[in-house]
């Protein structure tokens, strides 16, 4: 097998892997993380195997030989380590840019005491938002929470003429009728991409998405899970939990960004709609419902 130098892994990870990310971090931290207590090293790294077999992982080969890794929340860089033999080269540079232009990364916290860390996220464009006196275990190590200052995406809030937008709409709604249902009173944004609209979404006051799609030209690049992330950051103070319906072959989809199946509507999309509604050459028949929390 071809080793790519940077590759993505996502699902279920091999043990070995899991390993081996795991000593890339504690070599990292016993590097860079002076202020750490040995002690902590040790409560943290079950926690970070733990990341490792979890979230998404952006991997740099040397050789065959994984030497740094990239961990991915959806739209958040949870972890970026390199180990020292291989620090200095540019590699960390290379998976954050990876991250932010190919995954959307925007958002990720470092340790106020790793002052070159915070240097290296200051350079690539992140600014600091917020400060937590203490880190997600109650440790005394602040962290700051940073932002990209200037991402080439963005969520707005459509506060003019939705219809103008009814093209897209229509990409995940086929029925203007049932569009003019839930439109007038439902919160829309539209995804904007260095300055072109190429996707939307319409949220309802009971914090059910109504609608949510991207342009052709920019399916399949993870422009949906951003604005599912967007979403829910911005409703997270409003609503317990997002909810979305779609049928039984649109699950999956949601499964994968957090959604959990909650009820299914039967007969909906033969009840609603006067035409059958077909995905992948199977019509549509039940509505299911997904909720995802938010806070």
């Not at 750490?36 to 080969?61: A, G, M, T, W």
Request: glycine letters at 6%; one cysteine or more; a negative charge.
């Amino acid at each position: 097998m071809v080793i790519k130098k940077h590759m993505m892994i996502k699902g279920k990870k091999s043990i070995e892997l899991i390993e081996r990310c795991a000593e890339i971090w504690e070599a990292a931290v016993r590097a860079t993380h002076h202020f750490v207590k040995e002690s902590d090293i040790v409560f943290y790294r079950p926690y970070v195997r733990q990341n490792c077999d979890n979230l998404p992982l952006l991997l740099h080969h040397e050789g065959d030989e994984v030497v740094a890794f990239l961990g991915l929340d959806s739209t958040y860089i949870d972890m970026l380590f390199v180990h020292p033999d291989y620090r200095g080269k540019g590699i960390g540079r290379k998976l954050v840019q990876r991250a932010v232009d190919e995954y959307h990364a925007e958002t990720l916290t470092v340790n106020e005491q790793n002052e070159q860390a915070l240097g290296f996220y200051l350079k690539l464009g992140f600014e600091v938002q917020s400060r937590s006196a203490l880190d997600g275990f109650g440790f005394p190590y602040p962290l700051l929470h940073m932002r990209l200052k200037n991402p080439r995406q963005r969520l707005v809030k459509v506060t003019g003429d939705k219809k103008a937008y009814l093209s897209l709409l229509l990409l995940a709604d086929p029925s203007e009728e049932m569009v003019d249902r839930y439109l007038p009173d439902g919160e829309m944004f539209i995804l904007e991409r260095d300055g072109q609209v190429i996707g939307e979404a319409v949220v309802d006051a009971a914090g059910e998405i109504k609608n949510l799609a991207v342009a052709p030209n920019y399916q399949r690049q993870y422009f949906g899970r951003y604005i599912l992330a967007a979403l829910a950051e911005h409703y997270k103070d409003r609503f317990d939990y997002l909810w979305v319906g779609t049928s039984d072959y649109g699950t999956v989809y949601y499964e994968q960004y957090g959604f959990e199946c909650d009820h299914v509507v039967k007969n909906f999309f033969t009840d609603n709609y006067p035409e059958p509604i077909i995905e992948d050459g199977r019509q549509c028949v039940d509505m299911v419902y997904l909720k995802r929390k938010i806070r």
